[in-house]
């Protein structure tokens, strides 16, 4: 009798155990469509992270992984977002205008599973992402919008993207600026030196009335700028004071060059 009763006591404990587990388990679904995973999705700092491979295959994107960096790439069209383990943020842009985008939780590797944030990798290619915390289930939907709104979200995405890239370009060219400041400084002079100054005040003074394309391209002529006073400063000796002065900018520098 007393066996019987042990047994029938431990399988309702599996079964208490068995229904728990179930319930703790979370659910994603793409567009209506549950997401099969190999690894159960996990709840850090209150935010849901997912196996990314799955994850990201639901949402249409080509996935790259690199053991060395443990860092993964997802691309969807013209978007693409870059996701290192342990670093609190992540990499969304085009290649040319890239953000920084803040996360809760960090990608971490769980039973040789990298798992990362869903809700800013999903928002950072247009999804929109809700959760039920009564079933525990993550709906992730692409955003519905007409035709009026879906050109009016246009015009205003790229009139957004346009601004931004002025703001880098004006913000380079003034650190620019400060370095041709720190060459006057000692009375440098050469062909070369005056060339490129006048290039860089033509394009800090014409900013304004670029258009989108010309911008990439006057960051891109920036950069050349940039590294061609390099080369003038060590002649004009003052290599390490221009070494300083960039360090103190180096956040600035960073967001400039999207890294």
Known sequence: MKKRIFASALALTMAFASVAMAADEITVNVNGIKVEMDQQPIIENGRTLVPLR????????DVAWDAETKTASFTQGDVIAIVTVGENYIIVGDGVYNENVPVDSPALIVNSRTMIPLRALSEGFGYDVEWDGTTRTVNISSKAMDSNDTNSASEQEKADVSSN???KVDAYAQ???GTVSIIDAVEYTSDEYTELKTELNSIADSISGMSYDEL???LS??????DALGSVAGEAGVSDVVANY?????EQLNMIMGS
């Open 54 to 61: 799955a994850v990201a295959e639901a949402l249409g994107c």
């Open 165 to 167: 890239m002025a703001g």
């Open 175 to 177: 650190i620019l600026q």
């Open 216 to 218: 990439v391209n006057a």
């Open 221 to 226: 002529r920036l950069k050349e700028i940039d």
């Open 246 to 250: 960039n360090s103190h900018l180096q």
